[in-house]
């Protein structure tokens, strides 16, 4: 059974228990959690997506409540809590190996609660004016319906940041750009370094795969994860296909 903890504050965001099978067994985010950020901050393509979402805060209004689903280890909330000082972000993430790391990095911040909520667990009460759901809605159950989870923590207006992988996880390619990255990065011993100690990464990005492959994870094509989106009650305002084409960004808002 996860563990789970309840956010204090005004709003009540209340714990549903459900029984469902942990989809998460198939990758094993908490054996990510320590090698994620060290090939993350090498990827320029994750680094990429980092600059794309710094640059749309800048374009809005600040939010006064920000939810991240699915924070990882706390990167997409970093800027966040740097750029937004004033705002209020509630960081999911349900697996403690990842918020463990998220809760060290972002210990600076004292405007972040963190929550071990999957979003399917949380009772919205429809008042975040910025959600952030970043490479977690593909590894929900039903992702279609987590859609309508997302759109209901927003008020009328609200802005979801979603970046979603819908294609399948071609291990080798990845293995190759990483690698010829990180060689003219930091020369071969460098990069022959950092995959070693990222190694646990390519295992999880095979699981990835297998569970794509069987179907316990979603893969899509813009169109429709767009479509999904749309029908979930957002206004899509940007779509662009990033992270090599593997993946969708999709900026949006939330209908009345
Ligand atoms: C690939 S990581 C992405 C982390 C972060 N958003 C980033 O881009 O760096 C996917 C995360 O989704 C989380 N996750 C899986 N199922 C979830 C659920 N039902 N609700 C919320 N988060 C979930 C996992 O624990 C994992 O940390």
Not at 112 to 133: M, N, P, Q, W, Y
Not at 226 to 241: N, W, Y
Request: proline share 4%; charged share 25%.
């Amino acid at each position: 059974m996860p563990s789970h903890t309840r956010v204090e504050g005004s709003d009540p965001v209340t714990l549903q228990k459900t029984e469902t099978a942990d989809r998460s067994v198939r990758v094993d985010w908490n054996s990510y959690a320590s090698a994620y950020d060290l090939l993350s901050e090498h990827n320029p393509e994750y680094q990429a997506l980092l600059h794309d979402f710094e640059a749309f805060l800048s374009t809005i209004e600040k939010p006064r409540l920000i939810y991240d689903i699915g924070g990882g280890t706390g990167n997409y909330t970093k800027i966040a809590a740097r750029d937004c000082p004033g705002s209020e972000i509630r960081f999911m993430e349900p697996d403690t190996g990842m918020i463990g790391m998220a809760k060290s990095k972002l210990a600076a911040h004292g405007n972040i609660r963190f929550d071990t909520l999957a979003l399917e667990d949380i009772v919205a009460t429809g008042t975040a004016d910025l959600v952030i759901c970043v490479h977690a809605l593909y590894t929900m159950p039903t992702p279609e319906e987590r859609l309508f989870d997302l759109r209901r923590l927003l008020r009328p207006g609200g802005w979801l940041y979603l970046i979603d992988l819908g294609r399948h996880m071609d291990v080798a390619d990845w293995r190759n750009y990483l690698f010829s990255s990180l060689r003219q990065q930091l020369g071969l011993a460098g990069a022959l370094r950092i995959f070693w100690q990222g190694r646990e990464i390519a295992k999880q990005n095979q699981n990835i795969l297998e569970a794509q492959k069987t179907g316990d994870y979603w893969t899509h094509t813009e169109a429709e994860v767009a479509t999904a989106a749309t029908a979930a009650g957002f206004e899509i305002v940007r779509k662009q296909s990033v992270y090599r084409g593997y993946s969708d960004l999709l900026v949006c808002r939330a209908m009345a």
